[in-house]
C-alpha cells in the first residue's frame, strides 16, 4: 500500500536546529519532494531528493535513504517566520505522475 | 509572473447546487491536478491530467468531475455538492516526462468551500 508518515506537531526554539522526520511506502519511487505551506496559504517547495545523501540549501537541508524509505529534513537557526506546516510527498513510479502526501508536520517556533 | 490562479478564494454554498471552481496557469505545464486538503488528512489528490484531453482519477475522486479541454484550464466541478465536501482545495501543476521528475508542484492560493 502506499503510505507517508511524518509526526503530527513539534516545538523548536528560535535559533535552535530541529529535524523532521518522514518514512514511506510507495508504489515505486521517482524522488522525494518537501514542501512548506503557511496557515491558509499554498504549499510552496523546498527541497527535492532522488538520490540517498544529504542536499542543503541554505537553512535548510534535506537528507534520503530509498533503503530505509526515510527522508528527513533539518532546519538550522530556526526562525519565527518558520513556524509553518511542512509536508513530505513521494512523487511515485507509476506513469501517472502521481505526488502522495504526508499529513505534514506542524512545527511551532518559540521565542 | 508564473503563476496558478484559482478561483474563487472562498465560496459558501448550498447542498445540490452545482458549482465550478477554476484553475489556470501560465507556465505551459502538461500536467494539472487538485487536491482537497483536510485537516489531520494532508492533501488528497481528487482528478490529474497529464495534457490536453487526458484526465484520470486520483484518490477521491467520487462527487467532483473535471475537464481539460485547453492546456491552461483545468476547472473542478461539483454536480451536486454536499456538507462532506467542506474542504480547501488547492490546485497545481507542473512539467511532465522523465526528465521532469524533479520538477515541483506549483499550487494555486486554494479554494476554501463551504457547504451547508
Known amino acids: 500500500g502506499q503510505n507517508i508518515d511524518q509526526p503530527t506537531e513539534m516545538t523548536a526554539t528560535e535559533g535552535a536546529i530541529v529535524q523532521i522526520n518522514c518514512t514511506y511506502q510507495t508504489s515505486g519511487f521517482n524522488g522525494l519532494f518537501w514542501y512548506q505551506q503557511h496557515a491558509g496559504e499554498a504549499p510552496t517547495f523546498l527541497s527535492y531528493?532522488?538520490?540517498?545523501g544529504l542536499e542543503e540549501k541554505g537553512r535548510f537541508s534535506s537528507f534520503l535513504s530509498r533503503s530505509k524509505g526515510y527522508s528527513y529534513l533539518l532546519l538550522k537557526e530556526l526562525q519565527m517566520k518558520d513556524s509553518a506546516s511542512y509536508l513530505c510527498a513521494v512523487r511515485e513510479g507509476t506513469g501517472g505522475f502521481k505526488t502522495i502526501f504526508g499529513a505534514g508536520t506542524r512545527l511551532f517556533v518559540k521565542a | 509572473e508564473a503563476q496558478v490562479t484559482q478561483n474563487p478564494r472562498y465560496l459558501i454554498t448550498v447542498t445540490g447546487k452545482k458549482l465550478t471552481v477554476t484553475c489556470s496557469q501560465n507556465m505551459n505545464h502538461e500536467y494539472m491536478s487538485w487536491y482537497r486538503q483536510d485537516p489531520g488528512l494532508g492533501l488528497r489528490q481528487i482528478y490529474y491530467s497529464m495534457n490536453v484531453e487526458v484526465t484520470d482519477k486520483g484518490d477521491v475522486p467520487e462527487g467532483y468531475k473535471v475537464s481539460r479541454k485547453e492546456k491552461r484550464n483545468f476547472p473542478l466541478i461539483l454536480e451536486s455538492p454536499s456538507p462532506n465536501q467542506t474542504s480547501l482545495y488547492f490546485c497545481a501543476s507542473s512539467k511532465t516526462g522523465r526528465s521532469s521528475y524533479n520538477s515541483p508542484l506549483h499550487f494555486g492560493n486554494g479554494t476554501r468551500l463551504t457547504v451547508t
Open positions: 531528493n532522488v538520490l540517498d
